[in-house]
């Protein structure tokens, strides 16, 4: 605790995780935030601590939830990708690597386009982009795809 001080006298303030123990025995995360004051031509040191265990098991259970999510990309038996809102791969399922040849290492985090290459080997928009950008080319050659299913389908 007075490595804290001294850092909080040093910057003025300090924050840190502790394990507190409340009343009845039970242990729980706080915030604790210290700080130095000059009042009245005093210094003061303020301590306040908040209680963080919800924020944290909230936390636990976001990062439970994202270990099932990825089980369930992982092993499903269809090539996935996915890409976020800035078109960076965040799933590359091993399907995708069967598919691809490419290894989930070697393309997760890249954009640019980077997940277009083991299918046309130049870096462009595919379908997924779709989600992001609306491309009039890829959707009007959807739309041919689609009419030509359907009336396959009708006979």
Aim: proline content about 3%; aromatic content about 10%; hydrophobic content about 35%.
């Amino acid at each position: 605790a007075l490595v804290w001080l001294s850092k909080a006298r040093e910057s003025g303030t300090q924050n840190f995780e502790w394990k507190s123990k409340r009343k009845n025995g039970e242990i729980f995360s706080s915030e604790i935030s210290i700080r130095f004051v000059e009042a009245g031509g005093k210094e003061y040191c303020v301590v306040t601590e908040h209680d963080i265990s919800e924020r944290r098991n909230t936390e636990e259970e976001l990062r439970e939830s994202e270990r099932r999510l990825s089980d369930i990309i992982q092993f499903f038996p269809d090539p996935i990708l996915v890409i976020d809102c800035k078109g960076k791969v965040t799933a590359w399922n091993r399907a995708m690597e069967v598919l691809t040849g490419v290894a989930a290492d070697d393309i997760l985090g890249k954009d640019n386009y980077e997940y277009s290459l083991p299918f046309y080997s130049e870096r462009r928009p595919i379908l997924i982009d779709l989600a992001l950008h609306a491309d009039e080319d890829i959707e009007n050659t959807i739309q041919a795809a689609e009419k030509v299913f359907a009336e396959i389908s009708r006979r």
